[in-house]
């Protein structure tokens, strides 16, 4: 088979993991923030070396069915607001208070919206009405509006389009300075008002970001003559070329690619309950996965903020390998502060001046400069602890050594913090730790909420990415049915299938060799869920009193997925150490601690904690009282014994 590449671009570090239908390949590269397209190709270009002992970044693309891209620059804009300002246009003065009822969503609203709201008449006479959107279009532009959001009527949209064909006369888009107008009834068929504006405002905001980058990365492709379209890995699990994509859907992708994986690994192992620990540069993003099913919302939330599209029940906390760990007010905190790729951690040497867990490892002796990145980044301990020594250990009064232990301490305690609510039964709990930081302190931080078994996969550095591989082409649809009958039923049955044709054409396959799967949603007047069966046409819907109804049409192209075999228990025999390493347990005492290669060990080995483990980019530190045993796949296995 041709090859597939899945990339997962963080804020820190980009992923990049190619699999030739038998053996994964990857590698991981700096994220380069000023433009995302150059760490793109930088990433490709490494694992070209890796695949055919040579940097062949032609080679590779030629030979590549698809490429599936997934990029947390949505999630950051929006935590960081950087995007256009938002015009609004509705009919009712009475929807702003709707939009602002939390405190999340007040400010969101105040940051992205603001007083640039016009309240018009949908209903008034052609002449009035094309007077009035003239006169607010003007005002909320001169305003600072970049982009604007109609939201008018309550029922299927007649009234947004009415406004649609005055705006379109009367500001074509083909002038220069259009301004570009989401209708919210055309992009989310949801009758709670609502999550169906915060929808459009969120997309409306994100849109230009991603819309820049993907498209420029789309024609550095092509000027490589690459066959097929980049595809977007979306935050339902699925992927779809650029121009089939919204911008909402890429928020938070990223973690989904983990859940996709983490059930990969709940269904091998056979484990009840497994908590993803999916620890970047910036942030944990914690999800559940229980009983080989992904906690999904039906209608989802951004940031406390109500939206229309199913979202993975994914909380993300801001405690990474790049957060600041800082003093205030005589305590040592860590993050939500980060410094990134640039200037990253103290210790790469690129100008950083505050401190990191990264920087804490280095000098308690858990990472090893020579092998940090598998070679790929030099760490300047000097730096480390030049930092530590001015941001942490003067201002308390304490040694350098004192510092790295109870900082050590506080980044266990504010990871177990990012998880604890999840954990229903320790018992039943198994924690999977990925991310280029998870291993390093999942022992501490499970001790602590009482998880007495931690897995931490092979591909623990680029597990995102790897998640990414169970990813097929797909698209969604939802209607709402305006009458509970058959024949209103089959209306929008008949509308929802003709545009899955024409997409699907447009992905470059035919929908009578998709997967296509039918069902009729109920939800109570409130819109909370009520009910999901399958339809067939000529069914009736079934609904009580203020209940409504939306049928959903889900359409798959599907793609190869690997398969990580049985995880059934290897023989034991004791694990072989490739050498040891002064690690710091307390600020008095230094331990010679056994180092053992996740890859050089057969199936079945074991051995005792306190230990280093070095996996392919990553670090995992197992603490004393924990047991290690290497699987059957290769995977890391960790069980506290106390």
Known sequence: MERLINIDNGGTLTDICVWDGEDFTYTKTLTTPFDLSQCLFDGITKASAEVFGEKNLEGLLHSTQHIRYSTTQGTNALVERKGPRIGLITDDAAVVDELRQSEAEASLFDDLVGNRVAIVDPHADDEALNFDLVQHVNALTTDGAARIVVAVGETNGNEERRLRQILLRKFPRHLLGSVPILYSWEFAADRVRARRIWSGIINSFLHPTMERFLYNAEDRLREHRVRNPLLIYRNDGASSRVAKSVALKTYSSGPRGGLEGTRALAQAYGLKHVLMIDVGGTTTDVGSVKDAQIAVERRGSVKGVPISFPLSDVHSAGVGGSSVISVKDGEITVGPESVGAAPGPACFGFGGT?????????????????????????????????????????????????????????????????????????????????????????????????????????????????????????????????????????????????????????????????????????????????????????????????????????????????????????????????????????????????????????????????????????????????????????DLMLTDTR
């Not at 002796?365 to 020579?370: Q, T």
């Not at 942490?392 to 301490?409: D, F, K, N, S, W």
């Not at 483990?613 to 009282?625: D, H, Q, S």
Request: proline share 6%; aromatic share 6%.
């Open 354 to 634: 505050s401190a990191t867990i990264t920087d804490v490892n280095l000098l308690l002796g858990v990472l090893d400069p020579a092998t940090y990145l598998d070679g790929g980044v030099s760490l300047d301990a000097e730096r480390a602890k030049a930092v530590i020594r001015s941001t942490v250990a003067e201002p308390l009064g304490i040694t350098l050594e004192e510092a790295l232990v109870r900082m050590e301490a506080a980044y266990f305690s504010r990871m177990a913090e990012s998880f604890a609510p999840m954990i229903e039964n320790p018992a039943e709990t198994t924690i999977a730790a990925f991310g280029g930081a998870g291993p390093m302190s999942a022992c501490g931080a499970a001790r602590l909420n009482n998880v007495k078994s931690v897995l931490i996969p092979k591909l623990a550095a680029v597990f995102s990415a790897f998640g990414i591989s169970f990813s097929d082409i797909g698209q969604n649809y939802e209607g709402g049915i305006p009458e509970p009958t058959a024949e209103s039923a089959k209306e929008v049955y008949d509308a929802l299938l003709a545009r899955a044709e024409r997409d699907i054409f447009q992905e470059g396959y035919d929908l009578a060799s998709c997967q296509v799967a039918w069902h009729l949603a109920v939800e109570e007047a409130d819109g909370s869920f009520v009910s999901e069966t399958p339809y067939t046409v000529g069914d009736v819907p079934r609904l009580s009193d203020g209940q409504r109804a939306s049928l959903k049409l889900s359409v798959t192209v599907e793609l190869p997925h690997p398969s990580l075999g049985s995880g059934a228990a290897a023989t034991p025999t004791p694990a072989v150490p490739n050498g040891s390493r002064q690690v710091r347990s307390s600020a008095t005492q230094v331990d010679e601690v056994s180092v053992y290669s996740l890859v050089d060990q057969a199936p079945g080995a074991t051995a005792q904690g306190p230990a280093i483990v070095e996996g392919p980019f990553f670090t995992a530190r197992v603490l004393e009282g924990w047991k290690l045993d290497v699987t059957a796949t290769g």
